[in-house]
């Protein structure tokens, strides 16, 4: 395995980078430019001389405490601070001198009287700066007695020594111990700054203060902490440090790679001791991140090693059977030789494959072109299907292309954010760090969202207008903003008749201007205050740069294409598409959705969002993989099933994802796996969906395997192997694997070589290569000869389909209405320490913070049905019925009910329904009509499903 | 697929080409049905309309009636 080289530079600069003119000044003889406003310490950085430092990082600003980094600047009295001290233009400026070098030693002498258990002067601890600084200012001894410490239980005399804290160890994955605190305030300045959660606060004065997370009385967990570990990172003096490092000791090398969780795809270093995986630290030179990540990226890892991970092939007669472990040869003959029977018997068209948002776009592409070029048929389909769909459709209407515009950087030039169907601090937790850093510099947010989310009001931040709409009804919502927006004449009617189709703008607008659209209208509808609703308009047009984010708020509904359209025409209508700080910008769930559109998942379109009717795009296809390709498009997900209940598709490849859980209305998923005869799963657990399977193919985790996965930014980041295979193959070799005993003939034996193939058929990623994303880092797409570095903006010159298209978007009221029977409307969402159907995080410590869903319910409506926080409720649709516990909340409005889907024993989409999307079949998991009542405990079908899950998970001991 | 299912999919369609402008709802609605259902979908379209159509909106019959046969 070759490790790779970091390629970039990783150095800590001391102090944040600044925007300004260029100031140049001598340091120790050098001569350096650099941008007005830097500090001394960063422009040192950057002629490459490293001023000594403790409570300076450049993620966050400098605040001058531990004065290590005192220099002398000709000209100016004493020895400032170097963090602290901005250049200026002819500034001469000495790091080292007799003088300063005394002081540093003096500064850290201190320090290490105070802090004896840090053993400054030994050498064990090399993770804790405040060592190296020690070795740095050339300390050796110490002169001074401590004359009190934190760092012992009981003094001397034996009597309990009142500056001693504990260990607070609450925390699952560090720990942090107050006996090493020296009060530098990084991990303080990192949580305001970085993260946006203002948990951590320095307690006490002097000699007694320590840094403390929330208020005296809490701990760790207890505080506000979502424990993203920017603290941890920041730490100098291992103060705060990582359990997995106390444990495997420190990492020997690092692997730049990327996380495998969100749409936000941040880059992270892998650090490794030998194998093992001991840290991932986030990655500066990460385009998305820039440095920062979530609890999940960084700490819950665990479950790549977790002990129910499957790592042999296992097969069985009948889903009744138990499993049995069996060779990867005799799984793979025995999964060939059923697809072969079964198209055969029931057809060409009979069988299709599942790609998975989880994988790289080397291995879903790999998997379209299995079913397209193997099984000749366009039986493909992904789960971006239950989540963006609507936005490929939508923004492809009316943009030409369902690229989100922007890249993560945008945000920091936006003046007013919209964040509908959304909830990023739980979701998109980087992102929303970003946009809250945003926000505190005085940009303005309008929300619209069912539920109080985090965003609408948390520490240093409010929500300008919070509209909090019936679930169901963001069309309406978003055409009365656009009919105040041109019935006020506040249209940015010059970009729209640069950019637009002026004809079609003009019926829009006739339309648009309808009173049946005014806020005053709709309001009895949507719930939201007319005049609430008018001002957040008035903003939204007039406000500067104006942006939109969202979610599957907005996708996983009725009308969910009709809403994207209508967001679309918003942006149109107020000219805020083509540059920074605008945009339209799609929150994407999982880490490669993006990704697995754009490698042709889609039944009805090739890689590249090319409709298989093109007799051209066919053309290319069929010449590279030497097949006829059909001309009409597959089955999607609910098709497929459809389908299968009928009795017409009988045999299912479904790599890395689990429609059992994820999909709506389980009780017809069940049913329409349990009428095939050939389910193969490709996971690293049994998941729900393998209670139903015949096959089980082993996966391999994102640590294990190369590839690409491109995030929500069409961001194509590099996955890199950290380690070998545990199961014994990369899922793309799987894959193969299985293709190849169907006749198809593939010798890939690197993905590079896949995404070659990729790059040669489709246009947007012509210029894509491994060798060009290592040296950049990553690439946004479309890269190609006309932007041969990418593309951070979308539109910038005319929209990709040429003329901007506005649509008209006309609300019609989902079928799925609240009325005597279900007078409550369930809306579903997700939590931060939790991922999708949580079979990773579930996995890991994560628990702590979410062991169950709950059910939130408004007091009103509790206290009507009797129901006090933490009872067991009963939740009832048309579809069927599950229970779970009760969260008694004002966060969801009266009428509103709200749960998350993380853990299959509540089985929430047992109420979902199988209402879709119009245009592309995503469900509508954000709006089914429920009934709530007290319950005793599990319904009969969460006991039925757990004993039919329990039977499906044996395995039988591996034969002789 | 359940009859009600195709039902409401296919009237879902309909009633978001009749919000549109023009008057090619029906053509519309069909080239949405060619290019995003499988043409066992609209087979079954067809076979149900052959049947009286219950239910079905008429711009969704119209739609149906412009649909290419499709071999299945
Ligand atoms: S882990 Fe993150 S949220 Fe928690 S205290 Fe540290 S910086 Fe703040
Ligand atoms: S889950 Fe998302 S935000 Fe968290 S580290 Fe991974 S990519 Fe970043
Ligand atoms: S690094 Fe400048 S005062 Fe601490």
Redesign the pocket.
């Given at each position: 395995m070759k490790d790779f080289i970091i390629p970039w530079d990783d150095r800590d600069m001391g102090t944040p980078e600044r925007q300004g003119a260029p100031v140049t000044l001598s340091i120790d003889g050098f001569e350096v430019t650099v941008p007005e406003g830097t500090s001394v310490m960063r422009a040192a950085a950057e002629a490459g001389i490293e001023v000594p430092k403790l409570c300076a990082t450049d993620s966050v600003d400098a605040f001058g405490s531990c004065r290590l980094c005192l220099v002398e600047i000709e000209g100016r009295k004493g020895t400032p601070a170097s963090c602290t001290t901005p250049v200026a233009p002819g500034m001469v400026v000495h790091t080292q001198s007799e003088k300063v070098n005394r002081l540093r030693k003096g500064v850290m002498e201190l320090y290490a009287s105070d802090h004896p258990a840090i053993g400054l002067t030994d050498a064990a601890n090399g993770d804790s700066e405040l060592q190296k600084m020690a070795a740095r200012v050339g300390l050796r001894e110490v002169r001074y007695e401590p004359l009190a410490d934190h760092v012992h239980r009981r003094l001397a005399d034996g009597t309990a020594n009142p500056d001693w804290r504990p260990v607070d160890d609450s925390n699952p994955y560090f720990t942090y111990d107050p006996a090493k605190c020296i009060v530098c305030s990084l991990c303080v300045r990192a949580c305001d700054e970085v993260q946006g959660t203002f948990a951590l606060t320095i307690e006490g004065r002097g000699f007694d203060s320590r840094m403390s997370a929330g208020t005296g009385l809490d701990d760790y967990l207890s505080s506000d902490c979502v424990s993203c570990g920017a603290c941890v990172q920041v730490c100098p003096t291992g103060s705060l440090q990582e359990k997995s490092v106390a444990e495997m000791g420190l990492p020997e090398r690092s692997v730049i790679t990327t996380?495998a969780?969100?749409?936000?795809?941040?880059s992270f270093k892998a650090e490794l001791r030998g194998d093992e995986l001991v840290r991932m630290e986030?990655y500066k030179g990460g385009k998305?991140?820039r440095g920062h990540?979530?609890?999940?990226?960084?700490f819950a890892w665990g479950y790549a090693t977790h002990k129910d991970r499957i790592l042999s092939p296992m097969i069985r007669e009948t889903i009744n059977e138990p499993w049995r472990e069996v060779s990867w040869d005799e799984a793979i003959g025995f999964a060939t030789n059923r697809l072969k029977a079964i198209q055969e018997r029931y057809g060409r068209k009979s069988v299709g494959v599942i790609t998975s948002s989880r994988c790289t776009n080397e291995e879903t592409y790999l998997v379209q072109k299995l079913t397209r070029a193997v099984f000749m048929n366009n039986n493909t389909d992904t789960c971006a299907r239950v989540c963006h769909s609507p936005t490929g459709y939508g923004l492809g209407q009316t943009f030409g292309t369902s690229a989100g515009t922007q890249d993560f950087d945008s945000v920091e030039h936006t003046d007013v954010v919209i964040v509908i169907g959304a909830n990023p601090t739980d979701g998109?937790?980087?992102?929303a760090s970003r946009l809250k850093r945003r926000l505190r510099q005085g940009a303005q947010l309008i929300v619209i969202d069912p539920r109080r989310i985090d965003l609408v009001k948390s520490a240093h931040v409010r929500a300008a207008h919070h509209l909090q709409l019936r679930p169901g009804t963001n069309v309406a919502v978003v055409s009365a903003l656009a009919h105040v927006i041109v019935a006020e004449g506040l249209a940015n009617e010059a970009f729209i008749r640069e950019r637009c189709d002026w004809d079609e703008y003009l019926t829009y607008a006739e339309f648009i201007r309808d009173p049946r659209h005014s806020p005053e209208a709709t309001e009895a509808l949507t719930g939201v205050p007319a005049a609430e609703l008018r001002a957040a308009a008035r903003l939204f047009a007039k406000g500067g740069n104006g942006s939109i984010y969202y979610g599957l708020g907005v996708t996983e509904h009725s009308q969910g294409s009709t809403a994207v359209m209508g967001i679309a025409n918003l942006a149109m209508l107020t000219g805020n598409i083509g540059r920074e700080g605008v945009g339209v910008n799609p929150l994407r769930g999982q880490?490669n959705v993006q990704g697995s559109c754009d490698m042709g998942s889609f039944p009805h379109e090739l890689p590249g969002y090319r409709h298989v009717k093109n007799p051209d795009v066919r053309a290319i296809f069929e010449k590279a993989w030497g097949v006829a390709i059909d001309p009409e498009p597959g089955l999607r997900i609910p098709n497929m099933l459809d389908a299968a209940v009928d009795g017409s598709f009988k045999g299912l490849y479904c790599q890395g994802e689990d429609i059992l859980q994820s999909d709506p209305d389980t009780r017809h998923v069940a049913a329409g796996l349990a009428a095939m005869d050939c389910v193969i799963v490709h996971d690293l657990f049994l998941n729900e969906t393998a209670n139903y399977a015949h096959v089980f193919l082993p996966g391999s985790s994102f640590l294990e395997k190369n590839g690409t996965f491109t995030n929500a930014e069409r961001r194509i980041n590099m996955v890199r192997k950290v380690m070998a295979p545990k199961n014994g193959y990369e899922d793309w070799e799987v894959t193969q694997l299985l293709a190849n005993a169907l006749g198809a003939g593939w010798n890939y034996t690197h993905p590079s070589q896949i995404m070659d193939e990729i790059a040669a058929t489709t246009p947007s990623f012509a210029g894509v290569t491994y060798d060009l994303i290592d040296r950049m880092g990553s690439v946004q797409w479309p890269c190609n000869e006309k932007s041969p570095e990418g593309t951070p903006l979308m539109h910038v010159d005319g929209f990709v389909r040429g003329k901007g298209r506005f649509i008209v978007t006309e609300y019609l009221a989902t079928d799925e209405k609240a009325g005597p029977r279900f007078p409550l409307l369930l809306t579903t969402g997700r939590i931060l320490s939790q991922?999708n159907v949580g079979a990773q995080t579930r996995r890991t410590a994560n628990t702590v913070w979410h062991d169950q869903d709950l059910l939130e319910i408004h007091p009103h409506d509790a206290e009507n049905r009797g129901i006090k926080n933490g009872d067991w409720v009963r939740l009832a649709s048309r579809s069927g019925e599950t229970t779970l516990r009760a969260k008694v909340t004002d966060r969801v409005a009266p009428g509103v009910v709200y749960t998350t889907f993380h853990h299959p024993d509540t089985q929430a989409n047992v109420v979902t329904t199988d209402f879709s999307d119009w245009a592309t079949n995503c469900p509508e998991y954000k709006v089914t009509a429920v009934q709530v009542g007290r319950s005793n405990g599990p319904s009969d079908w969460q006991e039925d499903y757990a004993a039919q899950a329990a039977n499906s998970r044996r395995i039988l001991p591996a034969a002789e | 697929m359940s009859p009600e299912k195709m039902v409401h999919m296919a009237n879902q369609i309909a009633a978001f080409f009749k919000s549109q402008p023009g008057a090619d709802a029906a053509e519309r609605v069909a080239a949405h049905l060619s290019d995003f259902w499988e043409p066992r979908m609209r087979a079954q379209l067809l076979a149900y309309i052959a049947e009286g159509g219950a239910g079905l909106d008429p711009v969704a019959i119209a739609a149906a009636q412009r649909l290419k046969p499709v071999a299945a």
């Amino acid at each position: 395995m070759k490790d790779f080289i970091i390629p970039w530079d990783d150095r800590d600069m001391g102090t944040p980078e600044r925007q300004g003119a260029p100031v140049t000044l001598s340091i120790d003889g050098f001569e350096v430019t650099v941008p007005e406003g830097t500090s001394v310490m960063r422009a040192a950085a950057e002629a490459g001389i490293e001023v000594p430092k403790l409570c300076a990082t450049d993620s966050v600003d400098a605040f001058g405490s531990c004065r290590l980094c005192l220099v002398e600047i000709e000209g100016r009295k004493g020895t400032p601070a170097s963090c602290t001290t901005p250049v200026a233009p002819g500034m001469v400026v000495h790091t080292q001198s007799e003088k300063v070098n005394r002081l540093r030693k003096g500064v850290m002498e201190l320090y290490a009287s105070d802090h004896p258990a840090i053993g400054l002067t030994d050498a064990a601890n090399g993770d804790s700066e405040l060592q190296k600084m020690a070795a740095r200012v050339g300390l050796r001894e110490v002169r001074y007695e401590p004359l009190a410490d934190h760092v012992h239980r009981r003094l001397a005399d034996g009597t309990a020594n009142p500056d001693w804290r504990p260990v607070d160890d609450s925390n699952p994955y560090f720990t942090y111990d107050p006996a090493k605190c020296i009060v530098c305030s990084l991990c303080v300045r990192a949580c305001d700054e970085v993260q946006g959660t203002f948990a951590l606060t320095i307690e006490g004065r002097g000699f007694d203060s320590r840094m403390s997370a929330g208020t005296g009385l809490d701990d760790y967990l207890s505080s506000d902490c979502v424990s993203c570990g920017a603290c941890v990172q920041v730490c100098p003096t291992g103060s705060l440090q990582e359990k997995s490092v106390a444990e495997m000791g420190l990492p020997e090398r690092s692997v730049i790679t990327t996380c495998a969780y969100c749409g936000v795809g941040c880059s992270f270093k892998a650090e490794l001791r030998g194998d093992e995986l001991v840290r991932m630290e986030p990655y500066k030179g990460g385009k998305a991140n820039r440095g920062h990540s979530c609890v999940k990226g960084r700490f819950a890892w665990g479950y790549a090693t977790h002990k129910d991970r499957i790592l042999s092939p296992m097969i069985r007669e009948t889903i009744n059977e138990p499993w049995r472990e069996v060779s990867w040869d005799e799984a793979i003959g025995f999964a060939t030789n059923r697809l072969k029977a079964i198209q055969e018997r029931y057809g060409r068209k009979s069988v299709g494959v599942i790609t998975s948002s989880r994988c790289t776009n080397e291995e879903t592409y790999l998997v379209q072109k299995l079913t397209r070029a193997v099984f000749m048929n366009n039986n493909t389909d992904t789960c971006a299907r239950v989540c963006h769909s609507p936005t490929g459709y939508g923004l492809g209407q009316t943009f030409g292309t369902s690229a989100g515009t922007q890249d993560f950087d945008s945000v920091e030039h936006t003046d007013v954010v919209i964040v509908i169907g959304a909830n990023p601090t739980d979701g998109h937790p980087v992102f929303a760090s970003r946009l809250k850093r945003r926000l505190r510099q005085g940009a303005q947010l309008i929300v619209i969202d069912p539920r109080r989310i985090d965003l609408v009001k948390s520490a240093h931040v409010r929500a300008a207008h919070h509209l909090q709409l019936r679930p169901g009804t963001n069309v309406a919502v978003v055409s009365a903003l656009a009919h105040v927006i041109v019935a006020e004449g506040l249209a940015n009617e010059a970009f729209i008749r640069e950019r637009c189709d002026w004809d079609e703008y003009l019926t829009y607008a006739e339309f648009i201007r309808d009173p049946r659209h005014s806020p005053e209208a709709t309001e009895a509808l949507t719930g939201v205050p007319a005049a609430e609703l008018r001002a957040a308009a008035r903003l939204f047009a007039k406000g500067g740069n104006g942006s939109i984010y969202y979610g599957l708020g907005v996708t996983e509904h009725s009308q969910g294409s009709t809403a994207v359209m209508g967001i679309a025409n918003l942006a149109m209508l107020t000219g805020n598409i083509g540059r920074e700080g605008v945009g339209v910008n799609p929150l994407r769930g999982q880490n490669n959705v993006q990704g697995s559109c754009d490698m042709g998942s889609f039944p009805h379109e090739l890689p590249g969002y090319r409709h298989v009717k093109n007799p051209d795009v066919r053309a290319i296809f069929e010449k590279a993989w030497g097949v006829a390709i059909d001309p009409e498009p597959g089955l999607r997900i609910p098709n497929m099933l459809d389908a299968a209940v009928d009795g017409s598709f009988k045999g299912l490849y479904c790599q890395g994802e689990d429609i059992l859980q994820s999909d709506p209305d389980t009780r017809h998923v069940a049913a329409g796996l349990a009428a095939m005869d050939c389910v193969i799963v490709h996971d690293l657990f049994l998941n729900e969906t393998a209670n139903y399977a015949h096959v089980f193919l082993p996966g391999s985790s994102f640590l294990e395997k190369n590839g690409t996965f491109t995030n929500a930014e069409r961001r194509i980041n590099m996955v890199r192997k950290v380690m070998a295979p545990k199961n014994g193959y990369e899922d793309w070799e799987v894959t193969q694997l299985l293709a190849n005993a169907l006749g198809a003939g593939w010798n890939y034996t690197h993905p590079s070589q896949i995404m070659d193939e990729i790059a040669a058929t489709t246009p947007s990623f012509a210029g894509v290569t491994y060798d060009l994303i290592d040296r950049m880092g990553s690439v946004q797409w479309p890269c190609n000869e006309k932007s041969p570095e990418g593309t951070p903006l979308m539109h910038v010159d005319g929209f990709v389909r040429g003329k901007g298209r506005f649509i008209v978007t006309e609300y019609l009221a989902t079928d799925e209405k609240a009325g005597p029977r279900f007078p409550l409307l369930l809306t579903t969402g997700r939590i931060l320490s939790q991922y999708n159907v949580g079979a990773q995080t579930r996995r890991t410590a994560n628990t702590v913070w979410h062991d169950q869903d709950l059910l939130e319910i408004h007091p009103h409506d509790a206290e009507n049905r009797g129901i006090k926080n933490g009872d067991w409720v009963r939740l009832a649709s048309r579809s069927g019925e599950t229970t779970l516990r009760a969260k008694v909340t004002d966060r969801v409005a009266p009428g509103v009910v709200y749960t998350t889907f993380h853990h299959p024993d509540t089985q929430a989409n047992v109420v979902t329904t199988d209402f879709s999307d119009w245009a592309t079949n995503c469900p509508e998991y954000k709006v089914t009509a429920v009934q709530v009542g007290r319950s005793n405990g599990p319904s009969d079908w969460q006991e039925d499903y757990a004993a039919q899950a329990a039977n499906s998970r044996r395995i039988l001991p591996a034969a002789e | 697929m359940s009859p009600e299912k195709m039902v409401h999919m296919a009237n879902q369609i309909a009633a978001f080409f009749k919000s549109q402008p023009g008057a090619d709802a029906a053509e519309r609605v069909a080239a949405h049905l060619s290019d995003f259902w499988e043409p066992r979908m609209r087979a079954q379209l067809l076979a149900y309309i052959a049947e009286g159509g219950a239910g079905l909106d008429p711009v969704a019959i119209a739609a149906a009636q412009r649909l290419k046969p499709v071999a299945a």
